[in-house]
């Protein structure tokens, strides 16, 4: 190893390319190749091994690394732990959230904790000019917010545009022009392209932050289905409708000459902000001006063509083509957004969109597209297999609803084999970042894992249930509930007060659906006695639960069939004083609930015939909760 190190140096040291004659020599002999070995290496010769000609070794003078190469490698040695929460949740102990809603309101603390941190720092920038970080890091400095330049310049409108202040850019623009002052074509494009942004709105601190909030808002709304209402306020809060002659319609008109760029960004600022006729209009005008749209621009006009009220779904179909065939016309070629932009319309169009979708999956196909963000039942298999074993990098704003909503299709399919596939695409490679946020993650994991309830073998199932819960996700109620069918089913049914502790754990203590479940599941037949007495104490922990409730509970009523099922129970297991216990105060409670001191007399006597200890219990409560006659007492 030795001998070979140093004749790499050597020829490395002499920038040269060795050639490479009589690659084997016999024992203990050098090559007139320079090429060293040592004396006591044995390298015997193979007869008839030696290669006519020369081979020629290029050695590379320098090789270019990743600056995260090294932690690339140490990341691949290690895996996840299954017994530990997300990554993102490992903060104080105390604080590990235990269910879906705490997580949930963990992100949304830390978001704002962050927020909160972004906001001092950006205010006082003058107390946190240290940079201690090698090599630098530009985000986590301090961002100036106020600008240099005060004199009314072009250059003062470039530095607020680059600042974001878009009343402070509009009025130094209405400055200059006052002034007569010319400002520059491409100043005024950027001015635009600010103000079509942002809907000529002053854009808040937290812009980005409140966009992701809402939009989740708003998917969340739209994925709970039948409130019309909420999907219209969360649709009501995202989007900024544009206003006729506003701030860029003025400027737009006021400008001596206007270029592709000028048209192009006040059609994609209407197409965003809502104004999809204005648009559209807007795009003539560009024709007739014999100037030439971007892809983006065209994407935009595909999306506005497609939300044009009072227009079938055919005419708005043939729009759409026009519109590719005008892309042909002008040499703008189409690119991964233009296509998803057309399969998200055709989404809106129902079954008319079938064959559309089809075609234009087959068009992907033929200009070497290959990854649709978002599949259906009907092409799911064929994406599958176009995608299958492949790694991705993000393309598209929507690459992240592929696996969430490939996986509700597999679960509306049924198809158990298919989910497989989904689940190991989003683990090849770097994948797993198109997950989404939390709210997606838990739906994609939350369909995956009742599938496996519905169609794995129930020891399967049970590894995917240590694998993913809780180090994964947090499962709901209807998660836990598949889990008992599936047990059922198998026959399992000793695993049904480990599932109790587990729920428990979860935060689903007060699921009353839950708990009737796991009551049925256990009162249904007879057991040998070890594993009665097990039912029995899980009954007894969810009979306590009934009891006594949290302070922001509200006490349910005790459901007869819970009640039944607990006695039943508490008797199979040779409980009976808890048994009598559970049945007397029911007796007792209904009683109460009709007004009727005589019922709870008899109560009272069917205790005191028995000698069971409740009897003074009992009369107390008897006492104390009517009114009785003086010969009742």
């Known amino acids: 190893m030795a001998s070979v190190a140093s004749a790499r140096w050597l020829r490395v040291s002499c920038g040269l390319c060795v050639p490479l004659t009589a690659r084997r020599a016999g024992l203990c002999g050098r090559t007139p190749s320079s090429r060293f070995y040592s004396g006591s290496a044995a390298v015997p010769k193979v007869e008839g091994a030696d290669i006519a000609g020369t081979e020629e070794v290029v050695i590379p003078k320098k090789k270019t690394w990743d600056k995260v190469a090294v932690l690339q490698a140490l990341a691949s040695t290690v895996h996840r732990d299954t017994t530990a929460a997300p990554y993102?949740?490992?903060?104080?102990p105390y604080l590990i959230p235990t269910s879906s809603v705490e997580s949930h309101s963990f992100l949304l603390a830390k978001k704002s904790g962050e927020n909160a941190a972004k906001f001092i720092i950006n205010s006082y920038p003058k107390y946190f000019q240290k940079d201690i970080a090698e090599p630098h890091i530009p985000c986590l400095m301090p961002e100036y917010f106020e600008p240099q330049i005060e004199e009314i310049s072009e250059a003062a409108l470039q530095e607020r545009i680059k600042l974001k202040k878009v009343k402070a850019s509009v009025d130094i623009f209405d400055q200059l022009l006052q002034a007569g002052t010319t400002v520059s074509l491409e100043t005024t494009n950027s001015l635009l392209d600010l103000l079509c942004y942002y809907g000529n709105q002053e854009p808040s601190t937290n812009y980005n932050f409140q966009q992701q909030e809402q939009s989740e808002e708003l998917e969340e709304a739209a994925e709970e289905g039948d409130n019309v209402k909420s999907k219209k306020a969360a649709g009501h809060q995202l989007r900024v409708t544009w206003r006729a002659k506003n701030h860029a319609e003025r400027i737009f008109a006021l400008m001596p000459e206007k270029n592709a760029h000028s048209y192009c960004t006040m059609i994609r600022g209407m197409v965003k902000h809502r104004a999809h006729t204005q648009a559209l209009s807007l795009y003539t005008e560009l024709l007739n001006n014999r100037?030439?749209?971007?892809?983006?621009?065209?994407?935009?006009?595909?999306?506005?063509?497609?939300?044009v009220v009072n227009e079938k779904f055919e005419e708005k179909w043939n729009n759409i083509l026009d519109l590719l065939k005008q892309m042909v016309a002008q040499n703008v070629k189409p690119n991964l957004q233009t296509f998803n932009t057309i399969l998200k319309c055709l989404r809106r169009f129902y079954a008319f969109g079938k064959l559309p979708a089809l075609q234009t999956f087959r068009e992907m196909k033929a200009v070497g597209i290959e990854s649709p963000s978002k599949g259906s039942s009907l092409i799911i298999y064929d994406i599958m297999d176009e995608i299958m074993g492949k790694k991705f990098s993000p393309q598209d704003p929507d690459d992240d609803m592929f696996f969430q909503s490939a996986m509700r299709?597999?679960?509306s399919l049924r198809d158990l084999e298919l989910a497989y596939q989904v689940h190991g695409l989003l683990n090849t490679g770097d994948n797993r970042k198109f997950i989404g946020p939390d709210p997606r993650r838990n739906f994609y994991y939350?369909?995956?894992?009742?599938?496996?309830c519905l169609m794995e073998q129930i020891d399967v199932t049970l590894k995917w249930y240590k694998d993913l819960i809780p180090s994964v996700f947090f499962p709901h109620s209807q998660t836990l509930i598949d889990l008992l069918q599936a047990l059922d089913v198998a026959n399992r049914l000793e695993m049904i007060p480990q599932i109790w502790k587990d729920s428990k754990e979860y935060g689903h203590t007060y699921r009353s659906d839950l708990k009737e479940e796991i009551l049925m599941l256990m009162a249904r037949d007879q057991h040998p006695p070890e594993l009665q007495a097990a039912f029995a104490d899980c009954a007894a922990d969810i009979k306590s639960t009934y009891e006594s409730q949290d302070a922001r509970q509200t006490a349910p009523e005790w459901p007869a069939s819970s009640l039944n099922y607990i006695a039943i129970l508490f008797l199979r297991a040779g409980r009976t004083q808890e048994a009598w216990n559970e049945l007397l105060n029911e007796f007792m409670d209904s009683a109460k609930a009709s007004g009727s001191p005589a019922q709870a007399i008899e109560v009272v006597n069917l205790a005191n015939s028995f000698s069971l200890p409740i009897c003074e219990g009992l009369t107390q409560r008897l006492i104390a909760d009517f009114s009785l006659s003086q010969e009742q007492k």
Not at 88 to 92: G, K, N, R
Not at 291 to 307: G, K, M, P, Q
């Open 88 to 92: 993102a949740f490992q903060d104080d």
């Open 409 to 411: 299709v597999c679960s």
């Open 291 to 307: 100037l030439r749209a971007d892809v983006h621009t065209f994407n935009s006009l595909i999306e506005a063509t497609a939300l």
């Open 446 to 452: 939350s369909k995956f894992f009742s599938l496996l």
